[in-house]
């Protein structure tokens, strides 16, 4: 096999492997933090700029919807013309995109800003982990992807934490001026830091493949969120429906037609490439859209700022980083069998535990859901990246470490959208009938965020206290609702990876042979899980064959 990157575990840059691990991880934690930040300012932006609660999801989806429509084909153009390159270019479209966001006075220009910076950041996420895994050697492969793991969920904490330092002092609009200045320290580190790598055989772009899985993406979740809006069987919502399963019809038929697809539908086949998918596509959905109603319990229920709701999510992170740590170790003892259907059980019990939360409830509950649920992202994050990054060789890591990535953006994308949807109907559906008293005007704004809704109470001199109680007790119920729906999709998953995911398995030596035990996908002796062998046959040009777990080639 030919040496599969130009830039190898020999020429790893001036900062060795702890650079490299260094520079990807910074951007990593860019891309991840500017997810949830801006979930701290939501509050803000509603009353900023008059944003509903359809709009202020548009805010928080816009960029997850154009980051995870765009990281696939952008993952392989990395592995086609440098994964570095294409992650510092990306750096400079996000910085630039961030700083004009900064001087958006309505909710459409700040939408649009949001999307441009979804596609600098499409552009740097693929180049972070397949940067890591082609760089790596074998023997700290695992500790590098785990470490990544770990900062991707984690990173969601550091970026809301330092987003609440700064709505302390100043506006929501800060949080963009410091996102610009970051994307450049984080183009620097890797010019610095890292080296360049790319596939040594390129593949031809599958422009059918990139356009549909982009087209797919976005009408499911413009459908998620339009319904919740405008209503569940309106033209819009069911249109949107319709072009998402013809755009995924297309993938599927395009990439078995296709010799060189952008992702191989029949990688589906691979028990533990589907089993990490869900796991990793589900974990997100959960935290994204956990993050995106439960900073507004924080701020609105217990009345903290966002400096303060961001300290009190602080946990999480301190419990995700060290179990990422240990979950390799308990992959190679217990199997991906056991940890990602545990993982998924953990976090579904977490957010279960919320829905009995009330408005009298405290922090020490909210803290119970936080560590319980922590650990279950460390097991799953880890996990379930191995198990996809695993299933391609070394020549396509971009792809999949972009697979990754879309599974985790398409998550957080569609978790905020099916929270955020959920929150809002039951919301409004538990509003007190005496808003209908209020001004025409007024009772829309409380209809349209409960943010808006307290706002108006604190300003009405009579029946204040009691519009403020009837807003509270509608979002509690929004609230539960919500974590209910997630915890059992949640729940579902697990089942599913239980069904899926491979176990271990011993070959005639007895040595473990798993994803994560070490052994190299790229080596041309790999048989194991998520091999790609070429098929014999007359015709050198014809496309590789997907083995399963057994070394057998898949269906």
Request: aromatic share 8%; net charge neutral.
């Amino acid at each position: 096999m030919k040496s599969a990157n130009r830039g190898t575990a020999l020429h790893v840059g001036r900062g060795g492997t702890r650079g490299v691990l260094f520079a990807m991880c910074l951007s990593l934690v860019l891309v991840v933090a500017s997810v949830s930040a801006l979930n701290l300012a939501l509050p803000d932006l509603a009353v900023d700029l008059d944003a509903s609660n359809s709009s202020l999801t548009w805010i928080a989806d816009g960029y997850t919807v154009a980051l995870a429509a765009l990281v696939l084909p952008l993952g392989a153009l990395g592995d086609l013309f440098g994964r570095r390159r294409i992650l510092i270019l990306g750096n400079l479209v996000f910085g630039a995109a961030a700083l004009m966001a900064a001087f958006a006075d309505s909710t459409t220009h700040l939408i649009v800003w949001r999307v441009v910076m979804g596609i600098g950041a499409a552009m740097i996420m693929p180049g972070t982990l397949s940067t890591i895994t082609s760089v790596f050697p074998a023997e700290k492969k695992d500790r590098g992807v785990a470490t990544w793991s770990g900062f991707a969920a984690a990173g969601a904490v550091i970026g809301m934490l330092i987003a609440g330092g700064l709505l302390e002092q100043w506006s929501w609009k800060s949080i963009f001026v410091v996102s610009a200045a970051t994307s450049l320290l984080c183009a620097l580190a890797a010019l610095v830091l890292a080296p360049e790598t790319r596939s040594s055989e390129p593949e031809p772009f599958d422009w059918g493949g990139s356009a549909t899985t982009a087209l797919m993406v976005g009408s499911l979740v413009y459908g998620i969120i339009e319904g919740s809006d405008r209503g569940w069987t309106q033209p819009e919502t069911l249109a949107a429906f319709a072009v998402s399963l013809l755009a995924l019809t297309g993938y599927v038929l395009l990439g078995l037609r296709n010799r060189h697809p952008i992702l191989d539908p029949r990688l589906f086949a691979l028990r533990g490439f589907r089993a990490g998918t869900i796991a990793i596509m589900t974990q997100f959905m959960a935290v994204f859209g956990f993050f995106f109603v439960g900073l507004q319990f924080l701020q609105l229920i217990l009345g903290y700022s966002p400096l303060k709701s961001a300290v009190a999510l602080l946990p999480v992170a301190a419990v995700v980083l060290p179990v990422s740590q240990l979950t390799p170790r308990l992959v190679r003892r217990l199997g991906y069998k056991v940890v990602l259907p545990a993982g998924l059980l953990l976090l579904a019990a977490g957010m279960f535990w919320l829905t009995f939360l009330h408005t009298e409830s405290g922090y020490a509950a909210f803290l119970v859901a936080l560590v319980v649920a922590g650990s279950g992202i460390g097991l799953i994050g880890s996990a379930g990246t191995s198990s996809i990054v695993d299933s391609l060789g070394a020549d396509r890591q971009g792809v999949a470490s972009a697979m990754n990535d879309t599974t985790r953006e398409v998550g957080s994308a569609v978790g905020i959208a099916i929270m955020g949807s959920v929150f809002s109907t039951q919301y409004r559906a538990a509003l007190p009938a005496s808003i209908d008293l209020l001004p025409a005007d007024a009772a829309e704004t409380v209809r349209h965020s409960a943010a808006g809704g307290l706002e108006i109470a604190s300003h009405l001199p009579e029946r204040g206290v009691q519009l403020a109680d009837g807003v509270r007790d509608a979002f509690m119920t929004g609230f539960a609702d919500a974590m209910g729906v997630i915890a059992a999709v949640l729940a579902v998953a697990a089942l599913a990876c239980l069904i899926f995911a491979p176990a271990r398995r011993r070959d005639s030596d007895g040595h473990t042979q798993a994803m994560a035990s070490g052994g190299d996908p790229a080596s041309p002796a790999w048989t194991g899980p998520g091999a790609v062998v070429p098929e014999p046959g007359p015709d050198a040009g014809a496309r590789p064959a997907v083995h399963d777990e057994t070394g057998r080639a898949a269906a």
